[in-house]
Each structure stands twice: as C-alpha cells, then as structure tokens.
C-alpha cells in the first residue's frame, strides 16, 4: 500500500473512533470542571495543564494522573525558568540540566540537543504537547508555559525518538489577566511578549504574540522574530475536551557557524570567541517561517475509561543561507588549517518540512480479586515529508587548484563568492505506524506496567524498512506519598543516520538501530522541605562512526555500524527548603558514554565525543524580608572535559558558570509590576560548550560572554 493511502486510512480510522468515543462519553456523562478554571484538587490551572500534557502513546491514564510519568525521569522546567532574564533560547535554558547538551546550537539557526549522550532526531524527538512537530520549527519559548525533557525511557514511550529521549513544550492554556514583557538582552536583543485570554463556562481562549530584534554580539548577524499563537479549549458537553492550538512564526537572522580543530589537533584561542565566519559583504540570512495546527480531544465512557486523540500538522519553510568554513587546503583536509585558514563554502538550500501527526489511545481500569487493573491501546501514525530546493555548496579555486581560503584570526578579510547551479533533490518521504498494548497492576505498595508497542517504518526511496516489536516494563513500590522506587526496562528503534560527506559512502543512510534501555530509581519527600531523586541507567546500541582510514577525498574509510555503543550513568536532582523564603535546588549527572567492538584498538573503551563524564547545576533563590519585593538568586552550571573528535585523541577543557539574577516585586495597588535582572557568565568565563559532530564536521562552539540582561513584566489587566 502506498504511504498517502496508509495515511488517509489511519486518519478515517482515527475520525471513526472519535466519533464512536464522543458518543460513549455522552452516554458516561463524566463530570469535568468547567475549561479554563482551576480544578478544586489542584494548586492551579497551570499545574492541571502540566499533568495532562505528556509523551503519548505510553500507559499514562489521561487526566486522571494514575499513569503520569513518575517511574521515568521527566525533568519539568516551567514559566519562572523559561522567562528568566537572558534565557532567550532553548540552549540557555537546557543549561540547568546537566544530562542535556548542545550538539549544533548555533546563533542564528535551529538548536539541537543531546540526552544522556544521544542526539535528538530532529523527525521525531521535538513536540508541542505531545504530539511531534519539525526540530527544525523551534517553537518559542515565549509560547511555552512548560517544557518536559523525557530522558530514556520515559522518552521511548512517544515512538522513534532515538536512545536519549524527546523534549515536550507544553503551551499556556486558559483565561488570564493581559501580561507585557519587555526584555533587553546584551547577547540576543530585545523581545516584547504579550500574552492575555478569557475564561467562560464551557469554553476559553489564550493567545500570545511577540516581537524580537535580534541583537547578538557577532557583527554581522542582526536579524528579527515573530510570533503569534492562540489556544482554544472547549467543554462542548460534561465528558468531552477539545484543545486547540494555532500557531504562526517568522524568523530571519544570519547564522554564526562554529570553528575546527586546527590540523586535526589544537582547538583554536578563545580570543575568537566574538568571531563570525559568515559576515562576508553576500552572506544572506537564515529564514525560517513555520505555521502549527493541532486538535487535541479527552473523554470519558463507560465503567471510568478514559481516552484521548490528537490531530497535528507543523510545517518549517527554510530558506538556509550559509557562508561555510570548512576543511583547509592540505591535509588533514576535513579540519582547519594549523594556522587558521579554513576553506570557505557558500550553502544554499530552500526546504520545506512536514510533519504530520495522529494518535488515539484508551485506558479502561477495573478491579478484580483485590487488585487494581487497567487495560489500554493505542494507535499512531506520524508523517515527515522534507523537500529540498536549488540545494548547492560551492567554493571557489585559483590558477593553482586551492579552493578560496580566509583565516580564523583575519575575519574582515573580504573573499570573492562562490557561484554554482542549485539542484532539487528528489523528495523524501517517512512514516512510522505503531500499535500499542499495555496493562497496569496496582496491589497495596506495588504497581507494575508492561506495555508493548509494535512498530513500522516506513522509509523514504529504497532505504530499508523496519518493523519491531517492543516490550517495556515497569515495576514500583510505593509505601506511602512521599517515596517511590521504581524499575524500567524498555526496547527502542532509532533511525539509522546518514553518512558524512567526509565517508567513502558519504550521504548512505544505514538501517534503524534498536536501542535497549534499562534504568532505576528512588524518588523521595521529607514534609514540605525536602525532596530529592536518584536515577541510575545503562543505554546500548549499534556504534555508528567513519573508519578512519579509507578510500574517500578526507582519506577517511566508510560510515558503518560495527560494535556497541553504551552509555550508564546516575542522575541525581534535589530541592530544599531551609527558610519560608529561601530555597536551594540542584541536579547532577554522571555519563560514561563508550563503544566497544569497533576492531579499532585505539578507539574501543574511550569517552565518547562531545559527552563530559560529570555535569552540575545549583540554583539558589532567595527572598529578601529586609526589602518586601526584592529577590536574589545565583547559579552556578558546571561540566568537565570532554572529547573533541570521534577518537578521542583531542579534548577540550571543563568549566565553571556564574549566573547572578535580581528581581524587584514593586508596591502597587493596580497591575503587577516587577523589574529582573541578570548578569550571566559572571566571571567572564572563556570555553567551549560544544564539541561535536554534525553536518559532517567536528565543530567546535565557544560559550557567551557575559551579558546583562533587563525585563519588565507588567500583568494584571483585565
């Protein structure tokens, strides 16, 4: 069957059963609290909005928080940490978890991530409540109330997303006061938010609009965002909830490309640090332009079962414009020169994204002999469909054959563009299909979860495709509400990645990977001071990395999978309340990330590149009695060294981070005003956060400097 007629099939099927489940919950009449008001159980609207918000397609009950993630790790940051002063990008925020780090996180271009070691699939980890859209879209942060980072397992629950997880940005719902936010930041600009919705008896909407001048310290890299979206939910009868979310975005700004090893060996001086490769006289910017449609239904039937649906289409429309440093002119010629010269490439590509995504699962519970059951199934189907325009990248060449040369240490020296035809590549289409079993025990202390999920990949052109089974299972003991140990063992699938153009088979893309995951964990509260968490996993796939030695023009052998690569480590994350007014919190990871089986002496049992062993954050926070209104806070993130290139020969050193942040509450009797401070990178601080591999190189990326950023908040208006 062709992919377009498996898709109009799963769609009807989906429309089938959420007509057949509307009906049900009619006939349930399952009482619900009125949308866009607090239920009385909860603390808050928001938090009733975070708790229904979750990877699909696991054994999580909808609404009802019986199945919520708490026997995975499930990092939530919400609105306090995504609007802090100078968290102006997804990178700045990810920095307070230690097992996430950046791998192609450049200025200018969309960010992506590594968890636990693993690089995210920009097809399929990246999700706006749940349901997959582009990691190329780069929802805002301004339009998240909240994002989840769903490490190992938990992260396998919502189909392919690769061995490390996904990251889930949960969007602001309900009526709330009009709120303002105007922020100067030294390292991105200024932005200007406003957010604002109503609330009625069965129905509520909330919309969001922004506008930033991006301002970065790189000359030549100015450029400009804007963003509107509205959520829209609606209690049509006691049962049923629709939530709506629509979305547009425009983004255009130059990107500022990272740096290579000089001579395969040395990283450059940190002098570059302010340096733009890309501010040639015909640099163009990077447009990115996305729109985003989702349906999101939850219901109730018979005897207490519960469902749920989703409907989502996001589209990225790309126009990626790239002077590209890359390789020198002499061996070894995929790095750049010893002395700073780099060979300079003009890219161009103009793309369009497309995923699309639907989903339908039920949980139905009873009880039986003494023990609490529930039964569920699922389907889902997501669609990705990448389309690529007048692709080219070019470079130049002299009267002797070197192709057109600048230097890291001369970055004003103008250089002759390069002029080359564009190509269309032929379409690429992907779809993944899964059907999902899964049953819940609960007897006194003890809950155990086993669920199966069998998966289809249905792979563009002649790739191969994949079908798979995979098991997962769950075993706790809770013995009270303040502590819970947990077990999980879960299988996964992973696309296979594409070879480098550094490969002899550079742009085949090998066959998917299964991924075996295996964690444990204890999560515990003393009163409502303390609480604190420890997780320890092991993750193992097939190693994929470039023979070293080969046939192709960087003289390098062939991309393969040969041998295991396996990560273990422990999380661990705290947060204590010592005052009434002062709190301290912290998380910390342990990754030991090797490959064994690779025939390569010099290879097999080294740290992997671009992961540091240890990683940790501490936050303090801190209210001032002296002075009602005034706050303090301070951070300190750290992480160790960590390899530079796949064999481990060069690594770059740790480092340490001061953030210090001041916010002041002032007195008044109508709308809200507050004014925050933040100086990150107190010290002034030089390293690199990024030494990994993408796009065919090993990049190098130096943090930020420090930078004050200022907001004003204004809320309150009816």
Not at 150 to 165: D, F, K, P, Y
């Amino acid at each position: 069957m062709k992919p377009a007629a498996r898709a109009h099939r799963a769609s009807r099927q989906l429309l089938v059963s959420l007509i057949c489940m509307a009906a049900m919950s009619a006939q349930a009449q399952v009482a619900q609290a009125p949308v866009g008001k607090s239920d009385p159980q909860q603390p808050s609207a928001q938090r009733v909005v975070v708790q229904a918000d979750r990877v699909p397609g696991g054994l999580l009950s909808p609404r009802n928080g019986r199945l919520e993630p708490a026997d995975s790790t499930v990092s939530l940051l919400e609105v306090e940490a995504l609007t802090a002063p100078g968290n102006s990008s997804l990178a700045a925020v990810l920095a307070a978890v230690p097992s996430v780090g950046e791998n192609f996180a450049a200025v200018g271009y969309y960010e992506n991530f590594t968890i636990r070691g693993f690089t995210l699939d920009m097809g399929s980890a990246f999700r706006v409540n749940g349901m997959v859209v582009p990691g190329e879209w780069q929802f805002p942060l301004e339009g998240t109330a909240a994002l989840q980072v769903a490490a190992g397992v938990a992260g396998s629950s919502g189909g392919l997303v690769g061995a490390g997880g996904s990251l889930n940005q949960i969007t602001p719902r309900g009526g709330a006061p009009l709120r303002a936010r105007l922020e100067s930041d030294a390292q991105a600009g200024t932005l200007l938010a406003v957010d604002g919705g109503r609330s009625h008896a069965v129905w509520s909407w909330r919309t969001t609009a922004s506008h930033a001048r991006l301002r970065p310290p790189f000359p030549g890299a100015d450029g400009h965002r804007s963003f509107i979206g509205m959520a829209l939910d609606a209690a049509p009868h006691d049962g049923v909830r629709l939530f709506l979310d629509l979305a547009l975005q425009r983004r255009s700004q130059p990107v500022v490309p990272g740096f290579q090893l000089l001579g395969g060996s040395t990283p450059p001086d940190l002098s570059v640090r302010g340096v733009n490769l890309n501010a040639q006289p015909w640099s163009r910017p990077f447009t990115n332009n996305g729109h985003l449609a989702m349906l999101r239904i939850e219901g109730g039937g018979p005897g207490g079962m519960r469902w749920e649906a989703g409907l989502s289409r996001a589209q990225a429309r790309i126009d990626d414009n790239l002077a590209t440093p890359f390789g020198c002119n002499t061996p070894p010629f995929e790095f750049f020169c010893s002395n700073g010269d780099y060979v300079l490439y003009d890219y161009h590509a103009s793309e369009t994204r497309t995923t699309s995504h639907a989903r339908f699962s039920a949980v139905k519970p009873f009880s039986a002999a003494g023990i609490q059951h529930e039964l569920q199934a699922g389907l889902e189907r997501i669609d990705r469909k990448v389309l690529q325009r007048d692709v080219y990248n070019a470079t130049s060449y002299d009267a002797a054959g070197l192709a057109l040369s600048g230097n890291i240490y001369r970055p004003d020296s103008v250089l002759a563009r390069p002029v080359a035809p564009g190509a269309d590549r032929p379409p690429s289409n992907s779809s993944q299909s899964a059907l999902t079993l899964g049953y819940a025990a609960t007897l006194g202390p003890w809950r155990s979860v086993l669920g199966l999920r069998w998966t289809e990949i249905d792979a563009p052109g002649t790739l191969p495709d994949e079908r798979r089974l995979l098991p997962r299972w769950t075993l706790s003991w809770q013995p009270g509400p303040s502590m819970r140990v947990f077990a999980s063992v879960a299988r996964g699938l992973a696309f296979g990645s594409e070879a480098p153009a550094t490969a002899a088979n550079a742009g085949e893309v090998l066959a998917p990977r299964v991924t075996r995951q295996v964690e444990a964990g204890w999560k515990s509260r003393v009163g409502d001071a303390w609480q604190y968490g420890l997780t320890a996993f092991q993750t193992e796939r097939p190693w994929e990395f470039v023979e070293p030695v080969g046939s192709s023009w960087a003289g390098r052998g062939a991309w393969v999978q040969r041998g295991r690569q396996r990560h273990e480590g422990v999380e661990a994350a705290f947060a204590w309340t010592f005052e009434a007014s002062a709190r301290l919190e912290g998380r910390f990871a342990y990754i030991n990330a090797k490959g064994r089986g690779s025939e390569l002496i010099a290879w097999d049992g080294r740290q992997l590149q671009n992961i540091p062993r240890t990683a940790l954050h501490l936050r303090l926070a801190r209210q001032l009695n002296s002075l009602p209104g005034l706050s303090y806070n301070a951070a300190l993130t750290a992480r160790s060294s960590k390899p530079a290139n796949a064999d481990g020969s060069v690594w770059v050193s740790g480092y340490s981070v001061i953030d210090l942040g001041l916010s002041w509450k002032l007195p008044s009797s109508g709308p809200s005003i507050s004014l925050d401070v933040g100086v990150r990178n107190v010290a002034d601080r030089r390293y690199w956060r990024d030494s990994g591999q993408a796009y065919s190189a090993d990049l190098l990326f130096p943090g930020a400097a420090r930078a004050l950023s200022v907001a004003l908040k204004v809320g309150g208006y009816e």
